[in-house]
């Protein structure tokens, strides 16, 4: 049962553009989001996370949008570097709990 | 501060064999919890431990898997009987203790990457 949903699991951006990656979830419960972003041969590392009473939360090239109606967030990074190619995972987590569940990823390239 | 530090970075296990794999947490922080990663699949939970106690194993396999994190030392997450399909990148990530609002942010290591031959 996957809970949180990656259906891209591939996106090539051209440097400069707008990369946007998609994640859906079905637990109505979770209430903190998260993106993470993974590097070959590497831990992931967080990269920007949302609190289900907002719809926007923005750091630097870096904006996650959250429509809970819809039970979607997306990430947007904004312009896209060759740098940022890796794989980004959405996580999800539900009131107070530790536990966070992870999505498939999604693998963005960058191209220069 | 150091990070989260996990070792061995590779191992090789033939098959029957035990795995170990052992994981620092970041000082201060209290909260462990395991991923495994296959091949062209996303990171899934198998457990979360504070000291001394497992608080969840929903993801654990039932058979031949076990996990702790005692009061002194690493924790370490144990293989026994190891088969082929045990073969993947295993991540170990920790939190620190919570007080006011959670943040759910955990800081992972470099993983394990497993191979039983």
């Known amino acids: 049962d996957q809970q949180v949903k990656q259906n891209s699991p591939s996106l090539s951006v051209q440097e400069g553009r707008i990369s946007i990656l998609n994640c859906d979830y079905t637990?109505?419960?979770?209430?903190?989001f998260l993106w993470y972003k993974k590097y070959p041969a590497e831990g992931p590392t967080f990269l920007i996370s949302i609190s289900s009473i907002k719809d926007k939360n923005e750091d630097g090239r870096f904006t996650v949008f959250l429509n809970k109606s819809a039970k979607h967030l997306s990430l947007h990074i904004v312009p896209s570097q060759p740098g940022d190619s890796a794989v980004y995972f959405c996580a999800a987590a539900e009131g107070g709990y530790q536990k966070v569940t992870f999505g498939t990823g999604t693998k963005l390239q960058v191209i220069p | 501060n150091a990070g989260v530090m996990q070792n061995p970075r590779h191992l090789v296990r033939r098959r029957g064999q035990e795995a170990r794999l052992r994981c620092s947490p970041m000082k201060g922080h209290s909260h462990v919890y395991w991923y495994r990663q296959l091949p062209e699949e996303g990171l899934k939970f198998m457990v979360y431990?504070?000291?001394?106690?497992?608080?969840?194993e929903s993801g654990m396999p039932k058979e031949r898997f076990s996990a702790e994190f005692p009061k002194e030392g690493p924790s370490i997450l144990r293989i026994q009987q190891v088969v082929r399909g045990d073969s993947a990148a295993y991540f170990c990530?920790?939190?620190?203790?919570?007080?006011?609002?959670?943040?759910?942010?955990?800081?992972f290591g470099p993983g394990t990457r497993l191979t039983v031959t």
């Open positions: 990530a920790s939190s620190p203790p919570t007080s006011g609002t959670p943040t759910y942010e955990q800081y």
């Open positions: 431990l504070q000291k001394e106690n497992i608080i969840d």
């Open positions: 637990n109505s419960m979770f209430d903190y």
